[in-house]
């Protein structure tokens, strides 16, 4: 991964990251910044999991990358919800 692709994967990551929290149902127990920390966490590992798999370079914009980095957000974003919830239980 170039350095290039960590920048761009860091801006993806702050929309993903809010865009996961606008996907999940119900109030998410999370501040914005632990929101976006996953988004970006996310589209960093959806990247190398894109890469892995054979399709993070395809011509035009790689909407395969983009929906597994959202779905990684969602998942992370719910995770993290979950255990924050638990621990103010």
Same mark, same amino acid.
């Given at each position: 991964?170039?350095?290039? =692709? !960590?920048?761009? &994967?860091? *801006? ?12 999940? /149902? +119900? ?11 996953? =988004? !970006?966490?996310? &589209?960093? *590992? ?12 395809? /011509? +035009? ?29």
């Amino acid at each position: 991964m170039e350095i290039t =692709g !960590i920048f761009t &994967a860091i *801006i993806i990551g702050l929309i993903i990251g809010v865009l996961a929290r606008v996907i999940l /149902p +119900g109030r998410q127990n999370i501040q914005v910044w632990l929101t976006v920390v996953v =988004g !970006i966490a996310a &589209a960093l *590992i959806g990247t190398g999991v894109a890469a892995f798999a054979g399709y993070a370079h395809t /011509p +035009g914009i790689d909407w395969w990358e983009l929906i597994t980095q959202l779905v990684l957000a969602v998942v992370g974003v719910g995770l993290v919800s979950s255990m924050r919830s638990r621990k103010g239980s």
